[in-house]
């Protein structure tokens, strides 16, 4: 008999159960099943492509990729000697449908831009022709992927000729010489480069930067900016300054150092203004482009989780070590106006913080040229707040950087003009 209660049990113990539920209010019932998860809620929508922008260059090209939402990703350099192409996976189920890619001109450097469907999302392929270096990096607010590459210089197209050479009457010797003579023409005069200096006025447009009561960075950066460019015109003729905005516009990190690579740059100066919550810490800083300090370390850590590759991860030291071509002379730029400013900016009982610090700001990779972020005061603080608002104190801040770039130039043969 007690080998036959277990199955007994069995048997009537879910007959049981269901009479017990049977007994329970009906607002118990509605109340346990509420408890089952719903399987027909609205699966979220899979990442999209938004956006490719180019901007090319004779000899290099930046590329930038925005998806709708961060995405895990993958790329790679595919070597194919004259037929080099980089590719760029972009995983979570991204889709690119509905998504054009951009026109790619004939004579660019780039030759084309191609999509396609993958297993885990989408891949970008860049048929970019012989590449030298490249660079991949991540940006956010935006998220989005940036990839440089630089390679052979373009040769300018043949002339065409017009049609086949029609045969004269032969020339005399005498003749021949004295077409000869008025065929050559006189070399032209030389003239001595303008040294060009990129001044980059930090934020604008929808972003402001540090704002403090109705001061905003955007504003202060751009009114010295200006005043660099207009001394340097009375001051140091030739010194020619360029900035990557001269007005409230808003230009993305990437497009800044391209700016300056346009106008083939000598020195890229990027200008801000710091903040912070004590109020009493003030004085100005500048940071010299390096990629040897720690924090550039700590960003190759960062690339480094987002590859799979190990040739893409060596590819990403290579390029970037090409940065090591300007470091000298970044550090160069940077004491010299870090010392000046120590002169100039006396009168105003500045403290100049200090000009040895090397760091990786996003705004100077890939700027092929000396770079320099300099962070001009604290709005923190409101005896700096106060006369980063005065005409006076910034004529001396530009007298003092401009001054500064002048004896480099005058002490030391730069990368850029050595043989």
């Known amino acids: 008999m007690r080998a036959v209660m277990p199955t007994l049990l069995c048997l009537f113990l ?17 109340k346990t099943k509420a408890l089952v998860p719903d399987t027909d809620e609205p699966k979220k929508a899979a990442p999209r492509l938004e956006d490719i922008t180019l901007y090319e260059m004779n000899d290099s090209v930046r590329v930038v990729v925005r998806p709708s939402e961060k995405v895990d990703f993958k790329y790679d350099l595919l070597a194919g000697n004259a037929k ?11 889709t690119a449908d509905g998504f054009t890619a951009p026109t790619v001109a004939a004579d660019s450097f780039l030759k084309a831009i191609r999509l396609g469907k993958r297993e885990e999302g989408t891949r970008i392929v860049l048929d970019t022709g012989k590449v030298e270096k490249y660079n991949v990096m991540v940006m956010d607010d935006p998220w989005r992927v940036v990839i440089d590459y630089i390679g052979a210089r373009q040769a300018p197209p043949a002339e065409k000729k017009s049609g086949p050479a029609v045969a004269g009457p032969e020339k005399k010797p005498e003749e021949k010489q004295a077409a000869q003579k008025t065929a050559v023409a006189p070399p032209p005069e030389k003239k001595e480069k ?6 980059d006025p930090g934020h604008g447009g929808k972003d402001p930067g540090a704002v403090r009561k109705n001061l905003q960075e ?26 990557t905005r001269d007005d409230d516009r808003f230009i993305p990190l990437e497009e800044r150092a391209i700016i300056a690579n346009r106008h083939d740059g000598d020195l890229f100066i990027s200008i801000h203004t710091n903040t912070y919550k004590a109020s009493e810490i003030a004085g100005v800083e500048l940071y010299h482009l390096n990629n040897r300090s720690d924090e550039y370390t700590d960003k190759l850590t960062r690339v480094e989780n987002q590859i799979t590759n190990t040739n893409s991860f060596l590819n990403t030291i290579l390029v970037d070590m090409t940065m090591s071509l300007y470091i000298g002379d970044s550090q160069k730029f940077a004491e010299s106006i870090g010392k000046r400013w120590q002169d100039t900016l006396a009168p105003f009982e500045t403290k100049i913080r200090d000009w040895r610090k090397g760091a990786l700001f996003f705004v100077l990779v890939g700027a092929r040229m000396p770079s320099l972020l300099v962070e001009v005061g604290f709005l923190s603080n409101p005896r700096e707040a106060k006369i ?18 002048a004896e480099v130039r005058k002490k030391h043969i730069l990368a850029k003009d050595r043989p």
Do not use: C, S, W
């Open 84 to 94: 080099d192409r980089i590719y760029i996976d972009l995983k979570n189920g991204l």
């Open 388 to 405: 980063l608002q005065k005409d006076k104190y910034l004529e001396a801040l530009a007298t003092g950087l401009l001054d500064a770039v």
């Open 194 to 199: 303008h040294f060009i200096l990129v001044v």
């Open 14 to 30: 879910p007959l049981l159960l269901i009479a017990e539920e049977a007994a329970l209010p009906i607002g118990d019932i509605i």
């Open 218 to 243: 955007k504003d202060i950066v751009l009114a010295l900016a200006k005043t660099v460019r207009r001394i340097a015109a009375k001051r140091h003729p030739d010194i020619e300054v360029v900035l």
